[in-house]
């Protein structure tokens, strides 16, 4: 049973007078353990399907079947709910809350998991999931007490608190320099490979999409490219081999 | 619904981050709710203090004095016939059937006894009588304007008086526990001795040095229950009279309020030091001054113009058995004509006296004794004869209208209240609105994650919530402040009460709740897409 399964998925939005289509019937299935690249330039509907991926819109017409359940229908708080259970965030901006701890900023999720685990609980896995990304010196550090990197390795601690089935990242490197990028990817790789999580990442740059082991291409709201990424072991290997050196 | 804990640490970060606004917001709660207490203190302070006067109006307060002024000789019906008329007319429990029909004087209802009623054996033995054409008989020598007046001491005159004159002092402390014992649906019961009297601080210095600071007032021997009697006192220092204090006829002293004033000042706290009375010694135990905003202390009134002693400290001083008064509270109210009635027959069988002899004493309830106070004696009589109907109506009536007035008064201070509670939720909403724009990233974020509707609604509820009633707990404060203040300056009754608090905190919470209702729909409401994205 794949993942994710897209089945003519269109969306449309009113702007005015016009409609606009960003997307016209994208048919799409992503396994379990796929880390799956989605590029496109601007305008293309790569948000839009982002936003539809991750439960937080709904399609205009098509279905959505996630984990073989449909939910493409779901009310809002049902989203939410399976937005808290089955997707871990990660956004451009990381999004993490200000004033608030590294390990609160990944308790968050917990928060709105139902039934609510006691709050010991919840601060062991947030530590957990922090010292997992290797933070686990950080976790009393406020979000401006952090670099970049270390911000964005909270935000993904805090996609992964909650042990779901997919991770959404939504240009998770705009935001950070090159290496700062690479060790971000390798993270995602690392992810994958350790514990079998699937991926999906939306970026406009070749360069990241390359890290991907299935590399989508989008355009005008239409699949335009669709293949596997042989390259990914190999930079994965080298990188390992550079890490390990 | 979020974990309680963090819900609340999250109301305080967000309230945290707007302080200027959040005090601000809390101030509005805090004088809307200030005010909302503060007028239902005074209102119910006002009630309280109807209720209080009548109550000392006493519904329920039956005095017994010694004595009966009520009777009287009419002009004009000596001789034989009327005398025989009278015997027959005579009623000794001044019962007003039947009375004044055929007099000229008098159309309504009349109570009087009519000496000429007394068997003639009787008259010629006790009574000194005056030529007919007098017009008066005479039933007392003090009454007599041709007899040498050499007043009897006091002791000669208590006791010495027959039944059905004036000065007649029968009453004994034993009618008192008489009365406590054998009627029943009787409340309190206290013997009285009144006097005037010359109080004074002890004489300071050398042996001749002038005395103290001095006050003629209003003596009263007393018991330790008045102050149950007299629902209207408190006391500003000390206690009452103790039981043992009677016993003991001990050297005690509750000053009035007044008289305590006139002596050693008005902030002064006299428990303990020393008033001088017939050359004798007392100690200060209390002071008592009024409850009601509405009666104050001042000369001459009797209540605070007035000094308490054990009665049986005044017996022993001035050397007395007899008492001037008995008081009595019963149960409840409407039981006073029926206990008044048996009090007249107790008292009667206790001192002996027959059928066709007056009572040696009056006996009143306090309501009598107030609608009657100031009326020209004729009049009052017909108040008093039809009195049976008139006191519970014209109570009534009172308490009606004063209730009134007072609600009216409350409810004006409500609708100010209501008003400045109104401004304060605008307030707390204003800072909900701030507080939802500022976070609009941060609620993003949440329903990304899995935010319910409910659950980010809840979290800016609670935030309102817990402003208002932080604001509301300062209000209740300020309130209680207020309230206070004006009674000590302006002398009103205020009234705050344990559940007024709850009241008012109550109202803070559930105007957070209304305030933060829209702020917290529109939050809840908000597309997570479009607000992760704004900055």
Redesign the interface.
């Known amino acids: 049973m794949p993942v994710i399964a897209f089945q003519n998925l269109k969306k449309s939005y009113a702007l005015g007078e016009n409609t606009v289509h960003a997307l016209r019937g994208v048919s799409l299935e992503i396994e379990a353990g796929e880390f799956v690249t989605i590029i496109g330039p601007s305008g293309s509907g790569k948000s839009t399907m982002m ?1 539809i991926l ?1 439960c ?2 709904r399609p205009t017409e098509g279905r959505y079947f996630l984990n073989g359940k449909d939910v493409s229908n779901l009310s ?2 049902e989203l ?2 399976v ?3 089955q997707i871990g ?1 990660v ?1 451009q901006g990381f ?1 993490l ?1 200000p ?1 608030t701890t590294a390990t609160e900023n990944v308790e ?2 917990l ?3 139902r039934p ?1 685990k006691p ?1 010991a609980q919840r601060r062991a896995a947030a530590i957990a999931a922090l010292k997992a990304m290797g933070l686990g010196d950080r976790t009393e550090h406020l979000p401006n007490q952090l670099s970049g990197g270390q911000q964005q390795r909270v935000a993904i601690a ?1 996609a992964l608190v ?1 042990e779901p089935t997919l991770i959404l990242a939504d240009e998770p490197t705009g935001n950070l320099d090159s290496t700062t990028s690479m060790e971000v990817m390798r993270t995602f790789q690392e992810l994958r490979e350790r514990r079998g999580i699937t991926i999906v990442l939306i970026t406009h740059d070749p360069e990241v999409a390359s890290y991907g082991s299935r590399i989508v291409a989008i355009r005008d709201g239409l699949i335009v490219s669709d293949k596997q990424n042989p390259d990914r072991n190999a930079v994965s290997e080298s990188q390992r081999a550079v890490a390990n050196a | 619904m ?2 309680a ?2 819900a609340f640490e999250l109301s305080f ?1 967000a309230l945290r981050r707007n302080r200027m606004q959040t005090l601000l917001a809390m101030l509005g709660v805090t004088v809307g709710v200030g005010a909302l207490v503060t007028s239902i203190a005074l209102g119910n302070g006002a009630q309280d203090a109807i209720n209080d006067q009548l109550r000392a109006a006493g519904a329920n307060v039956i005095v017994i004095t010694a004595g009966n002024y009520q009777v009287q000789r009419p002009e004009g019906t000596e001789g034989a016939a009327g005398h025989e008329a009278s015997i027959r007319r005579f009623d000794p429990h001044l019962r007003p059937a039947g009375y004044g029909q055929d007099d000229q004087e008098m159309s309504l209802r009349n109570a009087m006894w009519r000496p000429s009623a007394f068997p003639p054996m009787w008259r010629d033995f006790d009574v000194p009588r005056q030529p007919a054409s007098s017009g008066f008989m005479r039933v007392h020598y003090e009454d007599d304007p041709n007899a040498v007046h050499d007043h009897p001491t006091a002791k000669e005159r208590l006791g010495d008086s027959m039944a059905g004159l004036g000065a007649a002092a029968t009453l004994t402390r034993e009618d008192a526990q008489a009365i406590r014992t054998q009627i029943p649906g009787i409340q309190f019961v206290t013997s009285g001795v009144h006097e005037n009297a010359r109080v004074s601080l002890p004489p300071t210095g050398a042996a001749n040095a002038p005395g103290g600071r001095q006050w003629f007032t209003r003596l009263h021997g007393t018991e330790s229950e008045l102050p149950e009697i007299r629902r209207g006192w408190t006391f500003t220092h000390g206690k009452f009279l103790t039981r043992k204090h009677v016993d003991d006829a001990a050297r005690v002293m509750v000053l009035g309020k007044w008289v305590a004033d006139r002596l050693f000042g008005p902030d002064v706290d006299p428990i303990g030091k020393t008033v001088m009375l017939w050359n004798q010694a007392f100690e200060v135990i209390g002071v008592v001054g009024s409850r009601s905003w509405a009666v104050q202390p001042a000369a001459g009134d009797d209540q605070f113009d007035a000094v308490y002693v054990p009665v049986t400290t005044v017996h022993e001083l001035l050397n007395l058995s007899k008492l001037n008064t008995i008081t009595v509270t019963t149960e409840s109210a409407g039981d006073t004509t029926r206990i008044a009635g048996e009090l007249v027959k107790l008292l009667r069988e206790r001192h002996g006296i027959t059928d066709t002899m007056p009572d040696d004493f009056t006996v009143k309830t306090q309501a009598q004794q107030l609608l009657g106070k100031g009326l020209p004696p004729d009049l009052a009589r017909v108040v008093a004869g039809n009195m049976q109907s008139v006191d519970t109506l014209t109570i009534e009536k009172l308490s009606d209208s004063l209730s009134r007035a007072n609600w009216t008064m409350l409810g004006l201070l409500a609708g100010v209240a209501a008003v400045s509670l109104l401004v304060g939720g605008i307030g707390v909403m204003n800072v909900l609105l701030l507080s939802v724009t500022q976070r609009t ?2 609620v993003g ?11 980010v609604a809840t979290q800016f509820v609670l935030e309102a919530v817990l402003l208002s009633v932080v604001g509301g707990l300062l209000g209740a404060l300020l309130g209680i402040f207020a309230s206070t203040g004006l009674e000590r300056v302006f002398q009103w009754s205020a009234s705050v009460s344990p559940s007024l608090i709850v009241l008012a905190i109550a109202v803070a919470g559930l105007l957070g709740a209304a305030s933060g209702a829209y702020p917290a729909n529109r939050a809840s409401r908000l597309d ?2 479009q607000a ?1 994205h704004h900055e």
């Open positions: 936003h991750g937080l819109d809002r708080d939410a709910e937005r808290n259970k965030f956004f999004n809350l004033r968050v999720p928060l709105y998991c609510v709050a805090r909650n | 979020l974990p804990a963090h970060k990233g941060e974020l949440r329903i990304a994650l899995g935010a319910r509707r409910s659950d997570p897409i992760l």
